[in-house]
């Protein structure tokens, strides 16, 4: 296998964009559990650090200690920007409305290539420059919205830091495509639980809650996790951040759908914006390397 590939091209797309699904139901989960944000993380950080882990095992089974044991800078590093990116993309959602939230972390393409142009050097393509051009478009008509409820300062600032951090995570993870990147990211929800105990009340959550936030670990954040750690590897750096970019329109639309938060008119014009930028861009790639493989 090669980076090259355009076949491992196309399963990193796919990997990153179910990863991106799945990311999309915490506004779901966010709204229907009714512990306190703190207790949430800390329940939903090991509940999905432990099932990262237990993957890793099962699929190193022999080498995984050696693995563990051979863990530096690069893996703690991606360990934190998760933690971090885990945290602050929960609360921001939890501070305001999971629309605005969505929207402020539209920009993480362009806070990507930027990060990875700065820290490895690794240029975006023209095609990803246009597609994320036309993305900022949808995001900027879904910023106009004066009707709609604006949200906290605090859930706003946290959908930065967000932002910020899931940028770093990709590029980390780009640059050191060689590095086991499972263990760091079990280690990174469990990094989040230990952040949060001294503000959490575990012993207060229902059994209801308990069992929202079990799903919640497991499908929106190990899966999400795994298939975003495998498919990162294959595609660029900014790519892989403008694929995520799937979680803007969907998050708010579940929550639309099933619990009836009602988006403005102007996130329901700008969204499909977005969408067409990232199928766009998908499909010319998809294109382009079906291209290079019959001329080869």
Known sequence: MTLDDPRQYRLGVLYVAISALAWSTSG?????????????????GLVSGSCVLMLFFYMERGAALT???????????????????????????????VADAMVIYATVPFVTAGVAYLWIGEKATRATLIASAVAICGVL????????????????????????????????MRKYRGVPMLPAMAGSAWLCSLM??????????SASDMGLIVVFGIVQNAFGLILYTAG???????????LTSLEVPLTPLWVWLILGETPSAATMIGGP????????????????????????
């Open 141 to 172: 008509v879904m910023l106009v919205d004066s009707g709609g409820e604006s949200g906290g300062l605090l859930g706003k600032g946290l959908a930065v830091v967000m932002t910020i951090s899931v940028a770093a995570l990709a590029t980390v």
């Open 28 to 44: 779901l989960f966010i709204r229907t559990i009714t512990a306190d944000l703190m207790t949430m993380l800390f329940w939903r």
């Open 232 to 242: 990162s590897r294959r595609v660029p750096a900014a790519d892989a951040s403008l």
């Open 196 to 205: 949060t105990f001294s503000f959490a009340a575990p012993l207060s959550v």
């Open 273 to 296: 914006i977005v969408l067409a930028a990232l199928f766009g861009h998908i499909f010319h790639e998809v294109r382009r390397d079906r291209t290079v493989v019959v001329a080869s």
């Open 67 to 97: 693995i563990l044991k051979r863990m530096r800078a690069p893996s703690f590093m991606a360990m934190f920007f998760s933690a971090v990116s885990m945290i602050s993309g929960i609360g921001s959602m939890y501070y305001t409305s």
